[in-house]
């Protein structure tokens, strides 16, 4: 029995008979994203059953000529009622990038549509019982006069959004209006999709796809399998360009191809102003890094929301005011437990002692966000204080730590590192440098992992220091991520080779 719903009445509760991408596409439409006005509409499985089994497919010499006549016999059942009574009132339709101008023709291109399912499962499987299930519901769109139409996704590595224009053209202003589409329903949807769209009367949505992020090769070839000259010189070429690789790992702010890890600071996307946007940002940009890349650690940093030197911040704000602390809370949940991605840990930011630290990882417990093999809790050592009490902090539970050497620095010599004016006080690192050094052999010692965060890391004489002391990784920002990779690797070079002339 044919089913048909309207695009936007559509809900979770619809996803077994629809489909759940139609249901996303409905969802997208009730929160009020430009969706384009149509039905979904589920195929007639009783009646090509039934029209299948009056045929013989047992026997490949005659598939084709029975395929044909099921096809015949299909396409003159007339048009169902209800099909007739929601199109009907409408003039021309899309349907699978194809503008079509009666329901007649609507009916015969689902059909159409449906039957090519069948043929492909016969092909493979043969005719069986069950056959005709589960085949794709479709989207059918109204349209008046449309001028394009085509694709989008928001590739992650590129950090822009992927516009395919299949028919038409797009003016620059839907350009960065389907832009902004992509980049709210992806939000909406918490999963990055493909979408696609049609502009009629403006840029609307059509239909949502899944999305799935680009592989990329980094290897190269084997020269010994290589067909030709040709392909043994594009070898060469990748061989030659190919980058550094260096032993500490680097930590992108932002998704990006040559990375080993994500390391999101949430106070910089949490914003307490506008508490519903900026949570379905933090969300979206949690989900998305854990997706694009299944493989690698993704670092959250709970908000240390910071209003100068000497206020409360960091953990203890955290513990003091809970419309910043539940929303990480929820997020965390959110993606832990109920996306499963597991590739998503916690950094505890500014803590200035153990008694916080204790009492921020009972808040996270409540949520069941305890450490485990699949969940790393790290904490970032921030003050002198920290790393005079270190051993402390680790009995009290920690996977590994983050050195904000900005702070530490801060702290350290007594100056605010966000004065521009006094800036010239970050280059006076020695004094640091020494008085980090026993903590470096305690987390040494202990076996925990230690990153590096902030500007002064990437001073020579820091960065130096940090690879001498064995450390984990480097947090940088996204412009900073490609070159510091070859940095990372002439420093370590550097170390080997004075290692070996000791």
């Known amino acids: 029995m044919l089913e048909i719903l309207p695009i936007k009445l559509l809900s979770n509760n619809d996803a077994l008979i629809f489909g759940k991408l139609n249901v996303a596409l409905g969802k997208l439409a009730r929160a009020g994203l430009p969706v384009a006005a149509g039905v979904a509409v589920t195929p007639p499985e009783l009646h090509l059953k039934t029209v299948l089994e009056h045929f013989d497919f047992g026997h490949k010499e005659i598939f084709e000529q029975s395929l044909n ?31 079509i ?12 549509i449906w039957l090519d399912q069948v043929k492909q499962r016969l092909w493979k499987d043969g005719f069986y019982q ?25 590739d992650s590595l590129q950090d822009d959004s992927v516009i395919s224009v299949k028919h038409g053209k797009l003016r620059p202003d839907d350009l960065k209006k389907l832009d902004e589409i992509v980049m709210e329903a992806n939000k909406k949807l918490f999963i990055p999709h493909e979408f696609e769209w049609v502009v009629d009367g403006g840029v609307k949505l059509v239909k949502v796809l899944q999305y799935t992020p680009p592989v990329i090769l980094n290897a190269v070839k ?16 990748i061989t ?43 969300l979206w940009k949690l989900v998305e890094s854990a997706i694009t890349f299944p493989d690698l650690p993704i670092l ?32 965390l ?21 153990v008694e916080e630290l204790i009492q921020i990882k009972r808040e996270l417990a409540v949520k069941k966000l305890m450490r485990k093999n699949s969940l790393q809790i790290w904490m970032e050592v921030a003050t002198p204080e920290n790393i005079i009490n270190l051993e402390e902090y680790l009995l009290a539970g920690v996977d590994g730590v983050v050195l904000n050497m900005d702070e530490l620095i801060a702290h350290f010599s007594g100056f605010d590192h966000t004065e521009a004016e006094l800036s010239f006080y970050k280059r006076q690192v020695g004094g640091l440098l020494k008085f980090l050094g026993d903590g470096l052999k305690l987390l040494h010692k202990s076996k925990k992992r230690f990153l590096a965060a902030g500007s002064i ?46």
């Open 130 to 154: 069950g056959i005709t299930e589960d085949l794709d519901p479709q989207v059918v769109i109204f349209v008046k006069k449309p001028e394009a139409y085509g694709s989008a996704y928001f």
């Open 333 to 353: 949940d959110f993606v832990r437990h109920k996306k499963n991605l597991n590739n998503v840990h916690i950094v505890v930011p500014f803590v200035r002692s």
């Open 240 to 282: 030659q360009n190919d980058r550094k690789k260096s032993a500490v790992k680097v930590f992108s702010g932002q998704p990006m191809e040559d990375c080993d890890g994500i390391y999101i600071a949430s106070e910089k996307i949490l914003d307490l102003n506008k508490p519903k946007e900026s949570f379905e940002d933090l």
């Open 222 to 237: 084997d020269p010994s399998r290589m067909r030709d000259s040709n392909e043994l010189r594009d070898s060469s070429l």
């Open 101 to 112: 101008k009666s329901v007649k023709d609507l009916w015969l291109d689902l059909l159409g």
């Open 300 to 331: 959250l940093k709970l908000a240390d929301k910071s209003e100068g030197m000497g206020k409360v911040r960091g953990a203890l704000r955290l513990l003091h005011q809970k419309s910043l602390l539940d929303p990480l809370l929820d997020a």
């Open 457 to 502: 890391v990437l001073y020579p004489e820091v960065l130096d220091f940090l690879v001498e002391k064995g450390v984990y990784g480097v947090v940088v920002e996204r412009y900073e991520a490609l070159p510091v990779r070859d940095l990372l690797y002439q420093v370590e070079k550097k170390n080997i080779f004075s290692l070996g002339s000791n």
């Open 69 to 99: 006549l099921v096809k015949r016999e299909i396409n003159s059942t007339p048009v169902p009622e209800i099909l007739a009574k929601e199109a009907g009132k409408h003039k021309q339709f899309f349907l699978s990038g194809k503008i």
